[in-house]
Nanobody, 123 residues
Framework: QVQLVESGGGLVQPGGSLRLSCAAS????????MGWYRQGSGNQRELVAG???????DYTDPVKGRFTISRDNAQNTVYLKMNSLKPEDTAVYYC?????????????????WGQGTQVTVSS
C-alpha cells in the first residue's frame, strides 16, 4: 500500500512562488513515476508535471519555464516549485503515483493519489 501526503499549498499573489511537497510511503515508491496533477473548478484532473524513477521530466505547456518538478529518492519525496504564478494556476493540486511512465498523462491510470492541496493565486 502506498500513501501520499501533500503539503505547501496556499494563497499567493500573481507573480509569486510556492513549493509543494509530496511525501510517499510504501513499497517500490522510489522506482515509480510520480506526478503533480491539478483540477480547477469545472475542469478535469490533468498532469502538470511528471518525473520518472530515473529522473526524466515532463511538463504541460502552460507551466513550462515556470514550474520545476524534482524528487529526493532517499526521502521518498517529490517537489513542485512553482514560480511566476498566474490566476489560471488556481486549482487543487494532487500528487499521484503511476507505475509506468508511459501513462503519466492519463489521470485514470494513476494508481495512488494524495488528498490534494489548494493553490489559490489572487491579488
Amino acid at each position: 500500500q502506498v500513501q501520499l501526503v501533500e503539503s505547501g499549498g496556499g494563497l499567493v499573489q500573481p507573480g509569486g512562488s510556492l513549493r509543494l511537497s509530496c511525501a510517499a510511503s510504501g513499497s517500490s515508491v522510489g522506482i515509480s513515476a510520480m506526478g503533480w496533477y491539478r483540477q480547477g473548478s469545472g475542469n478535469q484532473r490533468e498532469l502538470v508535471a511528471g518525473i520518472s524513477g530515473g529522473g526524466n521530466t515532463d511538463y504541460t505547456d502552460p507551466v513550462k519555464g515556470r514550474f520545476t518538478i524534482s524528487r529526493d529518492n532517499a526521502q521518498n519525496t517529490v517537489y513542485l516549485k512553482m514560480n511566476s504564478l498566474k490566476p489560471e494556476d488556481t486549482a487543487v493540486y494532487y500528487c499521484g503515483l503511476v507505475r509506468f511512465w508511459l501513462f503519466r498523462r492519463q489521470a485514470n491510470r494513476v494508481e495512488y493519489w494524495g488528498q490534494g492541496t489548494q493553490v489559490t493565486v489572487s491579488s
